[in-house]
C-alpha cells in the first residue's frame, strides 16, 4: 500500500460501500461525532434486488428498495457525505489511508471500513457474457416483468433460484426451466411454492453447458450429471442465482479466506490496524440484512475506539498484531 501524497480533503473514517452494513457504519459513526465519508457505485446494495423482505425487525412486510431508500434518508439525517462511486484501490501513508475513486480521485481518512458486499457469480458458459442484458439476467426482481409470456430458465437451487421462478410466476412467464446440479436446497416455504407449478418444470442433477441465440437469447443446453445427456431447452431468457461472490479484489493487502472474504476478528479488525470490515464482504456467517447491520454498528464503535485510543501516534508505522492475540476469530485465516 504505497501512494504519493496529494492535496486531498481528510475523514476521520471513510466507509467503502453503502448497504446495511456500510449506512448503518455511517450513521453510528456520524453520532459519534466523526467526520464521515461513504463512498459506493451502488446505494443499497444487494438488498435493491430483494422483493420482498419479511424477517428486517420493525417491519413486518418491506420491498427491499424501499428498505434502502429509508436507511439512505436516515444516513444524509445525519448529514452523511455520500459519493457515488466505485472504490478501485487501498493504500496508507503517513497522513492515513487512501481511497481511490474511480471518477471521484483520491480521499484521505483516519480510519477505513469496508463494506462493500458481494455481486452474483457468473456460470462462466458460452454466451454469458455476450448475451448479458440480451436475456442473460442476474437480478429477477429487476428483470422478471420483462419475460411475461416467454419461457426461461433459472439456474440455482438455492432461496434466490426458487424466488427467481416465483417472481417469473408473479410476472406470467410462459414456461419456467429450473436447473440445478444437485437436490433444491431453498426453503420449504418457498419449494412448495413452485415444486407442484404447471408452469414450472425442474431437473435436478443437471448444468448449464452453453447459451446460445442471435441478437437475444433463443436457447440453453443443458447436461444430465448422472448420465451425461444433452438437452436444448428453446427459452428467451436465462436467471443465474448461483450464489455472490464479495467484492473485494481491490484490498490487495487484507488478508482474505478461500472465498475470497475479508477476515475479521470479534472487534471487525483486519489484518491492518485502522482497517476494519463488516457486512456480506467479511467471512462472518449467516448473510442476513440484520447481520451484516449489526456488523456494521459494531465496526463503527471500534473505529471510534480506535481513533481514540490511537490520537496523536496514528502515523506510526502500523503493526500487525496476529488475530489470535489480539482476540477470537470467526473462522481459520488463509492469506488470499
Not at 16 to 41: D, E, H, N, Q, W
Not at 52 to 59: S, T
Not at 189 to 207: A, E, G
Not at 225 to 251: D, H, M, T, Y
Request: charged share 25%.
Amino acid at each position: 500500500m504505497k501512494g504519493d501524497k496529494v492535496e486531498t480533503k481528510s475523514y476521520d473514517v471513510i466507509i467503502v460501500g453503502a448497504g446495511p452494513a456500510g449506512m448503518t457504519a455511517a450513521v453510528y459513526c456520524l453520532r459519534k461525532g466523526l467526520r464521515t465519508l461513504v463512498i459506493s457505485k451502488d446505494i443499497g446494495g444487494q438488498v435493491n434486488w430483494t422483493t420482498l423482505v419479511e424477517n428486517y425487525m420493525g417491519f413486518m412486510r418491506i420491498e427491499g428498495p424501499e428498505l434502502m431508500q429509508r436507511f439512505k434518508e436516515q444516513l444524509k439525517g445525519e448529514n452523511g457525505a455520500i459519493i457515488e462511486d466505485e472504490a478501485i484501490n487501498l493504500w496508507h501513508r503517513k497522513e492515513g489511508f487512501v481511497v481511490n475513486g474511480k471518477k471521484s480521485g483520491e480521499h484521505l481518512g483516519k480510519a477505513i471500513i469496508v463494506a462493500t458486499g458481494k455481486r452474483p457469480k457468473m456460470l462462466g458458459v458460452v454466451g454469458e457474457e455476450s448475451f448479458r442484458g440480451k436475456g442473460v439476467s442476474y437480478c429477477s426482481t429487476c428483470d422478471a416483468p420483462l419475460f411475461r409470456d416467454a419461457s426461461v430458465v433459472v439456474v440455482g437451487g438455492g432461496n434466490s433460484g426458487v424466488q427467481a421462478v416465483i417472481d417469473l410466476l408473479a410476472s406470467n412467464a410462459r414456461q419456467i426451466y429450473l436447473v440445478t446440479n444437485l437436490e433444491l436446497s431453498a426453503d420449504h416455504v418457498l419449494v412448495d411454492k413452485i415444486s407442484n407449478h404447471q408452469k414450472v418444470r425442474i431437473y435436478t442433477y443437471h448444468q448449464v453447458t452453453a447459451i446460445h441465440g442471435d441478437n437475444m437469447v433463443t436457447g440453453v443446453a443443458i447436461r444430465n450429471l448422472q448420465s451425461g445427456k444433452e438437452e436444448q431447452l428453446r427459452v428467451e431468457g436465462i436467471f443465474i442465482e448461483i450464489g455472490l461472490e464479495p467484492n473485494s479484489e481491490f484490498l490487495e493487502d487484507l488478508w482474505k479466506n478461500n472465498l475470497g472474504e475479508v477476515v475479521i476478528d470479534c472487534h471487525c479488525r483486519t489484518n491492518i490496524s485502522g482497517i476494519f470490515a463488516a457486512g456480506d464482504v467479511t467471512h462472518t456467517p449467516e448473510k442476513q440484512i440484520i447481520v451484516a447491520s449489526g456488523e456494521g454498528a459494531k465496526a463503527a464503535i471500534k473505529v471510534w475506539e480506535y481513533l481514540m485510543n490511537v490520537g496523536s501516534t496514528r502515523n506510526e508505522e502500523r503493526k500487525y498484531i496476529p488475530p489470535a492475540e489480539r482476540g477470537e476469530v470467526y473462522a481459520p485465516i488463509k492469506g488470499g
